[in-house]
Structure formats: structure tokens, C-alpha cells
């Protein structure tokens, strides 16, 4: 820390000074010790009575702390350094006040002392404290591992921008930077060599040279503020006249201010706007500060309560009557004064700990806002060097809070480095678990995340590529592998699938379809006035058939959830129990509200198998929703259990859509294969030519679909990705205001990292613009997350106690210090619950306004927001862009450009042939 320190009096004028809130953007008084007053400006004036008693005239020691910019120094750390610099000043036991102060982005302190020894009535002599002070920082800058000050290690090499408090002041009354005011004079004397060159120098600054009172050189700005340039620009006077000569042909003051008047009043285009983009600064800043504060006051309300009913929780824990008296006889009462006093101190710490989370997010919106502002000033100079066209005006840029940082999980790895050294062939079970398919090239980039020596690396591929666990395709350019595993499983997949498709025994009644589907067109006549389309009622007619085998492949909001419920009602008529499952707890849910079907996930399913119990029976249905997802070996799973129990197999999805995350594709196969019933009449979107670009992003046609969104206005380029996302956020922001909290709305993003800078956004523009709320921090699975009421949060994981699913959104309808009340959002027109749960319980909780592709498979909402990414393929495309009912905005930049989908015809698979040894 650069340490200044300096012996004074005037303690009102010094308490004023530390007190104000115009200079700086916060100042806090942290501390008052050893007086009886209660604010600084009486405390200062104690000192000074005290004083009176003495010879002594400063009375007081001012010590400034001001860390390293790039330094997040808490106040502990502040609170160790002056308990060191007072022992080594000798300034121990005195009364001191510690402030804060917070301006552009930065934190230092200050600490005064009071000087006058009260018990020997005498001053504390403070010998060479300067060297005492440097001695210190420069200890402090070791201790913290801080890049030390060139003028810490020589004084020579102090910095030239160095001012002293009379120009601090004189800067202070002409509202500028001391220190950039004082780099400004240097520059100009350094970068001229004559009068004239000098003058010019100042004149582009605002200034303009002129002769003083006493003949000397000044400058002089537009408000008539006078700077000594001797002063300013550390040059002597002899110096100035030996460059400048005589200054009898100067104006004076009052004509070189003038003259500054005159100009300005011929304003620029340059100068308009710089102009203009100061206001704009200041505008920004003052909001930027008044929303801080009252965020602040908003903390210290909510701790201050929270103290109180701590307080007196404590208070009410204290044994009284007979019971106290038994507590002091027995030893009780110290343990119960030792436990309250450790849960004070834990209190305390928690909040001194949210109070720094708190500054520490505000300081780096201030630092973020610094950034972001000085960009206008580097286009001006560029426009003015290179003459082009300044660009348009940024957007605000938003930046995540650094109290609330992502969590990633870490890769779930079965296999250590040493088990593959010792097993090189493990590694094409890791790949074959994910891909159906893999060439030499992945083979050994797998093997390289666990082996760096080049030499074991080389030997383990020829090991892994020589095992008898391989399979090789002929004639594939490149060559592609599988593994003996996954190809039995997908023959048997293959083998079961067919054998379901040619059973029977699962007829329907003709009255009891009949009847489903004419309930159901008098439903849809009443409340939509329209029937099944044509492809519905065939689509139903399908799945009814005997057969224990039926597919039904659905484009996305071609009406699939509407099918199934008129299917169960006719199944239900007949007598067969009708079961649904789902890879995804949130797909499992959906299917359930939307169709009545009872559904649970997959992995639940198989998990009861498992354990001896037997959730179906002979004659069951059993319905897989966003069967797409599911991989080859479970689907092999489970449909051979069906067959084994003598169950129907009905999967429904878009192969189209998301790809499952284990190997394979088996309802693609599945599909092709057996075949399928197919609804292709897009009912989601509401417009002729967003329905057009469904069909095109289904058949695979991205860029054509892409092309008529952007064509209708539906695509936004940014020059940034920072940029793109605060286009999305002021979007979102509109839509909130215009249509309200409950109107449905979702943005999303392929990379979890962009949900994260999404979400955090928005949590910042919502604070910005309808004002700040109590906010609870949580410590969550993914981070700490500050919760507010009406904050939209996600559930990332199932949990049958709360019944919730992962993907479940929700709305923060109250909360304390430990407690969440979430409304669920409602589903198929229902009432949304309500249920209160505790984090510290259930951390699996997150921000909900934005959420992954992956996640978002299977929504439904009315306007939806997508962020660009490299990484968008086709499949992720076609799910983003059809999650809408009304309208989709996708957002990008070159930073961030989805990459174009040129059309491919899909790879027949061959068949496959044991690999005898490596060709390599």
C-alpha cells in the first residue's frame, strides 16, 4: 500500500473532508475508537479540546492507505496494517477513526489518530515517520506479493505525476484530476520545444498560455482558474524563461479567458460530442452510485433486523429462574455462554462477509463502467488520426458479479492415469460410452488427457488399437472403430425392435377410439375452436394398433403431448395401464401435465428393476417421451425388460432435435426400421412464415431458416460477443416491462458459461431498472447466488421429498436468511404450487431467466432470447429457434458466429467386421 501521513489540525475541516460523498463516490466510517462521541466531527472536536490542555497545535495524524488498483484488499487486511503502522509509530491505545473511501473503482482508507497522550497531557513525537511509513509500504507491498512501486525501490524513479496538497486543492476547486491535470503539464513542457509549440500543446487541452501578476508564465482555463506552470510542470522559472523568453506579448488572465470563452462557444463537431459524452458519463455514474448506495442502505436494514432477532434468539437461550440457578451450580451455564458466544461471533462474520461480497461486486461495476466509458474517447482519437467515420455508440456492457462466481463440475472420469497405464484398451470404453463411432485421431487424443509422455502415449495407441474389444468398419475414409460391446447391444437393439414391431396382442376397441377422439375435437371446438388435424387422428390410430412396437416422430409444436393424452384415454378405456418415462426429469414432468400420463425418468425406471420391484405388468403400456435423447444400450435395456414382461413400447420424439449424450442413435434406427407415424403441421408458432422456417430447420435447411428470421428483423449483430449480450438483456428488459413478470419468456444459450453471464446480467439490469430488493446470498452446487423476490430460479436436480424435477422453473415468492418460498411455474393451465425448502438442504438450485439448449428441450414459452455461438450445430439450432409461440430474437457477433450447415447426406452404416491387428 502507497502510505501518506501528515500531522495536522482543523479536525472539523479534515472531518468534513472524509465525510464527503461529492468527491468521492462512497465514504464509510468504519470505525471510531476510544471517544465518546459518536460521529467523526465530534470526535474530532474531542481531540481538539483535549488538545487545548497542551502546546501542542497539530494535534491530529491523517494517514491515507491507497492499495494497488488492481488489489481486492479486504478490510482485514486494511485493520492489520494500521495495527501495525500504529505500533511502530508509537501511536498504540490512541483514539483513531478509520473511514473507507470508494471512487472509480478503487478502495483505500484513511486513519486519523489523535496525538495528545491523555495521561501525561503531552504530544506523541513522531520522528521520521516518512521513512518509517515508506519502510512499512514497502513491507506491505512483500507481504501481499504486490508489484512494488518504482518509487519504493528508488526514490528517484518516483512517479512525475506526484502532487502536493496545495495543488490537490487548487484541482479540487476546478473539478479535475490532480494527477492527470499535473501528467497533462509535464507532457505539454516535454513534447515542445519553443513557446509556440507549448502554447498550441495547452490550447488543445482547454488551455491557454498567459503572462501572470508578477510577469511569470501561467495557464489559464475557461472558468478563469489560474495554474503556476512552474509549479505545475516542475520547472523552475529560469527554465521557462530560457524557452520562452519574455512574456510582456502574452494576454493576461482576463484576455486569455476571454479568448478560452470565445472558443468554446465555436464548438466542433469533435468537441460537441466530447462534450456530449461527458454528460452522458456523469449522468451514468450518478445512477451508477445511487443505486449502489441504496443497495448498501438496503444490506445494512436487513442485517440491522436480522441483528435485532439474533439478539434476542440469544437473549432467549440465557437459562432464567431455577433453571439458571441449576446451570451455574452444574458448570451448564458457561458452555451455553461459550456456544452463544461463538454463534455472535459467527453472525458477525457473516455479515462483515456479505457487506465485502457486496463492495466487492459494486467496485467491479465501477471499474466496468470506467472501462466501458473510456471506449468513446479511444474512437474519437482514432477518428481524429485516421479520418474514418466514428462507429455507433456501444451498448452498456454488463459483467458478472464476483461474489458469485460459476461452478463447473468436474469431469466424471471412472478410470485414474494409472489404470490407464496399466490398461490402455480402457480408454475405448470411455469413448464408446459417448460415441457409436471413432477414428485413430480421438483414440489418441483421449489417451493424451491421461498420458504426457510422448513415448508411452505411442505405445499405448498401438495397445488400444490392437485389442480384441475393437471392431473395424471397411472401407471407411478414415477409418472409423466401434466396439464389439456397443455393436452387440445395437444388434440386439436391433433384433428386439424388430421382434416388438411384428408382436401383437395391444388392440383397441374401435367405440373406445372413436370416443377418445371425438371427446377430444369437442374440447378443442370449445376452448380453441378447431379439431385434430388429419395427421393427429392418424398419428392415434397408429399408436393404437395391436402391435407391441409404435413410434410417433413429431417436428417440434406439431401437437405430440395432445396426441398421447387422446391414445391414454382410449388405452385407459380398454383396460391397460398406461406408464410414461423420460431421459430427463423436467421431459418426464412435461409428458405427465401435458398428456396425464404418470411418468418418471429412465434411469428411476431401470433403478426399480434393479432393486426386485416391479412398477409394470404383464400388458402394460409404457410411453418414452423425447426418446431422441435416449442412447443405444439403455434403450436396449429397457426394451428388452419390456419384452420380458410382456409390455407395449411406444416412443415418441424428433430424431431431428438434441442427440442423445450416450452412443448412438436408436430411434433414428428405430424409425427407419420399423417405422413411424409422422406429424409435421407445425401448432407452436403462431405466423405462416415462422412455421415455414420450422420446417426448413426440421429438414435440416439451418441456413435457409436463419435467413428468414433475419430477413423479419429476428437476428441482431453485434460488433462483440459483451455487446451481443447486452442487446439480449435490453430485449428481455423491454419484454418484461411491456407484458409483465408472468408472460412467459426465456433466453438461451448452447455454453454454460454464457447461460451464467445471462443470467447475471439480467440480475444486474433488473436492479438497475425496477430497483433494488433484499437480496439473500445462498451458497448453491453451481456458486453463491444472490436470490431476490421475484428472481425466476431453475431446480437442477430431482428430488421426490420437494417433488421437483431437474429443469423445473420457478418463481422467488419470499425468502429469509435460510429459506426459500419458489411458486413453480404452472403446466398445462393449472395453478402453479407453492413449497418452501431450505439450500443449505437442497443446493441444487440456480438463476432461471436463462438456461442451456439442452435444458430447454421440451419448453414451451411465448418469447425467447438466443445467444450465437461457435459451437451451435444444426440439432441445437432447430431446438433454440422453436421453443417460441410468438416471437425469437437470435443474437450474434463475429466473435460468436454459428458456423453455416452445409448439407450432407447421412452416412449409411455398413456393416462391420472384428479387426484383426493395426494397419498403422
Not at 521513512?131 to 508489484?147: G, M, P
Not at 524557452?243 to 479567458?257: I, K, M, T, Y
Not at 461480497?357 to 471499474?367: F, G, K
Not at 451498448?395 to 490398461?423: C, G, M, N, W
Request: net charge neutral.
Amino acid at each position: 500500500m502507497i502510505l501518506k501521513g501528515n500531522q495536522r489540525a482543523r479536525g472539523r475541516d479534515l472531518a468534513l473532508h472524509l465525510l464527503n460523498v461529492d468527491d468521492n463516490e462512497h465514504a464509510v466510517v468504519h470505525e471510531l475508537r476510544g471517544f465518546l462521541a459518536s460521529d467523526l466531527i465530534g470526535a474530532f472536536k474531542e481531540a481538539e479540546a483535549i488538545s487545548l490542555g497542551t502546546k501542542c497545535q497539530q494535534y491530529l495524524f491523517s494517514l491515507s492507505l491507497s492499495p494497488p488498483s488492481s488489489a481486492n484488499v479486504p478490510v482485514s487486511d486494511f485493520e492489520a496494517a494500521i495495527g501495525q503502522i500504529e505500533r511502530r509509530l508509537g501511536l498504540s491505545g490512541q483514539p483513531r477513526a478509520i473511514v473507507f473511501h470508494e471512487k472509480k473503482g478503487r478502495r483505500h482508507a484513511h486513519c486519523v489518530w489523535s496525538r495528545i497522550d491523555v495521561g501525561k497531557m503531552r504530544a506523541i513525537n513522531l520522528a521520521h515517520y516518512k521513512l518509517r511509513l515508506t519502510d512499512i509500504a514497502r513491507e506491505l507491498y512483500r507481504e501481499h506479493c504486490w508489484e512494488m512501486p518504482s518509487g519504493l525501490i528508488d526514490r528517484e524513479d518516483r512517479s512525475q505525476t506526484v502532487y502536493t496538497h496545495a495543488e490537490a486543492g487548487q484541482a479540487k476547486r476546478a473539478s479535475r484530476d490532480p494527477a492527470k491535470l499535473k501528467a497533462m503539464f509535464k507532457a505539454c513542457w516535454s513534447g515542445s520545444d519553443s513557446r509556440a509549440a507549448f502554447a498550441a500543446a495547452l490550447r488543445e487541452h482547454g488551455f491557454c498560455l498567459a503572462r501572470g501578476d508578477r510577469r511569470g508564465f501561467v495557464a489559464v482555463d475557461a472558468e478563469g482558474e489560474v495554474y503556476s506552470l512552474s509549479r505545475w510542470s516542475g520547472v523552475k522559472a529560469k527554465e521557462l524563461r530560457a524557452r520562452f523568453g519574455l512574456s510582456d506579448d502574452l494576454p493576461n488572465v482576463e484576455q486569455a479567458q476571454a479568448a478560452l470563452v470565445d472558443d468554446q462557444s465555436q464548438l466542433g463537431p469533435h468537441e460537441a460530442e466530447t462534450a456530449y459524452c461527458e454528460k452522458e458519463r456523469d449522468e451514468r455514474l450518478a445512477d451508477l452510485v445511487q443505486r449502489q448506495r441504496a443497495e448498501r442502505q438496503a444490506l445494512a436494514a436487513q442485517q440491522e433486523k436480522r441483528r435485532i432477532s439474533e439478539r434476542q434468539q440469544r437473549k432467549d437461550a440465557v437459562p432464567k429462574g431455577l433453571r439458571a440457578v441449576w446451570s451455574r451450580l452444574s458448570g451448564g451455564l458457561d458452555a451455553i455462554s461459550k456456544r452463544l458466544e461463538e454463534d455472535a461471533a459467527r453472525c458477525a462474520q457473516r455479515d462483515r462477509d456479505e457487506a465485502q461480497a457486496l463492495i466487492d461486486r459494486h467496485l467491479a461495476e465501477r471499474r466496468a463502467l470506467d472501462c466501458e466509458l473510456t471506449r468513446p474517447d479511444i474512437r474519437q482519437e482514432l477518428e481524429r488520426a485516421f479520418g474514418q467515420p466514428r462507429p455507433s455508440a456501444g451498448r452498456r456492457t454488463y459483467h458478472p458479479d464476483p461474489s458469485q462466481p460459476l461452478f463447473l463440475p468436474p469431469d466424471d472420469v471412472p478410470f485414474t492415469k494409472a489404470e490407464i497405464r496399466a490398461r490402455p484398451d480402457r480408454v475405448l470404453d470411455l469413448l464408446s460410452d459417448k460415441q457409436a463411432e471413432f477414428t485413430r485421431t480421438e483414440i489418441a487424443t483421449q489417451l493424451a488427457e491421461f498420458l504426457d509422455d510422448p513415448l508411452t502415449l505411442r505405445a499405448a495407441i498401438d495397445v488400444a488399437l490392437a485389442s480384441d474389444k475393437l471392431i473395424s468398419a471397411p472401407d471407411s475414409e478414415p477409418e472409423t472403430f466401434t466396439t464389439k460391446d456397443y455393436e452387440a447391444a445395437r444388434a440386439n437393439l436391433a433384433a428386439t425392435a424388430s421382434e416388438l414391431a411384428a408382436a401383437g396382442g395391444f388392440s383397441v376397441g374401435a367405440r373406445h377410439i372413436e370416443h377418445a377422439l371425438s371427446e377430444e375435437n369437442a374440447r378443442l371446438k370449445r376452448h380453441f375452436g378447431r379439431e385434430l388435424s388429419a395427421e393427429q387422428a392418424a398419428a392415434i390410430r397408429h399408436v393404437l394398433r395391436p402391435n407391441q412396437l409404435s413410434a410417433i416422430v413429431g417436428l417440434a409444436g406439431a401437437g405430440k403431448s395432445t396426441a398421447l393424452a387422446v391414445a391414454r384415454q382410449a388405452w385407459e378405456a380398454q383396460g391397460y395401464r398406461v406408464h410414461g418415462a423420460a431421459l430427463a426429469g423436467k421431459a418426464a414432468a412435461g409428458l405427465q401435465s401435458t398428456s396425464g400420463i404418470a411418468a418418471r425418468t429412465l434411469a428411476s425406471l431401470e433403478a426399480s428393476w434393479k432393486a426386485g420391484y416391479e412398477p409394470m405388468g404383464h400388458g402394460d403400456i409404457l410411453v418414452i417421451d423425447e426418446a431422441g435423447m435416449v442412447g443405444t444400450r439403455q434403450m436396449q435395456r429397457v426394451a428388452k425388460a419390456l419384452q420380458e414382461r410382456g409390455c407395449k413400447l411406444v416412443l415418441v420424439g424428433d430424431p431431428d432435435q438434441l442427440q442423445p449424450i450416450e452412443a448412438g442413435t436408436p430411434f433414428r434406427d428405430i424409425v427407419e426400421t420399423s417405422g413411424a407415424a409422422r406429424l409435421t403441421e407445425i401448432r407452436r408458432q403462431t405466423t405462416d412464415w415462422q412455421r415455414d422456417a420450422s420446417h426448413a430447420l426440421a429438414a435440416g435447411e439451418t441456413d435457409k431458416a436463419m435467413q428468414a428470421y433475419a430477413d423479419h428483423g429476428a437476428v441482431t449483430e453485434e460488433n462483440d460477443r459483451d455487446t451481443a449480450i447486452a442487446a439480449l438483456i435490453e430485449d428481455y428488459l423491454a419484454d418484461r416491462k411491456a407484458n409483465g413478470e408472468t408472460a412467459s419468456r426465456l433466453a438461451l444459450a448452447h455454453r454454460r458459461k454464457d447461460v451464467y453471464a445471462i443470467n447475471q446480467a439480467i440480475k444486474t439490469g433488473l436492479r438497475e431498472r425496477e430497483g433494488v430488493k433484499a437480496e439473500t446470498l445462498f451458497d448453491t452446487i453451481h456458486g453463491p447466488r444472490a436470490f431476490a423476490q421475484g428472481d425466476r430460479l431453475l431446480f437442477t436436480r430431482n428430488d421426490a421429498g420437494l417433488d421437483v424435477r431437474n429443469g423445473m422453473f420457478g418463481t422467488v415468492m419470499k425468502l429469509n436468511d435460510d429459506e426459500l418460498t419458489v411458486r413453480l411455474d404452472p403446466e398445462s393451465g393449472s395453478e402453479g404450487r407453492t413449497l418452501s425448502f431450505f439450500p443449505s438442504e437442497f443446493p441444487f438450485i440456480d438463476h432461471g431467466f436463462a438456461v442451456t439448449i439442452h435444458r430447454s428441450q421440451g419448453c414451451t414459452v411465448e418469447r425467447s432470447f438466443v445467444l450465437s455461438s461457435q459451437t451451435l450445430d444444426q440439432n441445437l439450432t432447430y431446438v433454440a429457434m422453436t421453443r417460441h409461440k410468438a416471437e425469437v430474437t437470435f443474437y450474434t457477433s463475429p466473435e460468436i458466429k454459428r458456423p453455416s450447415v452445409e448439407e450432407k447426406p447421412k452416412r449409411v452404416r455398413q456393416a462391420t467386421s472384428t479387426r484383426t491387428g493395426p494397419r498403422f
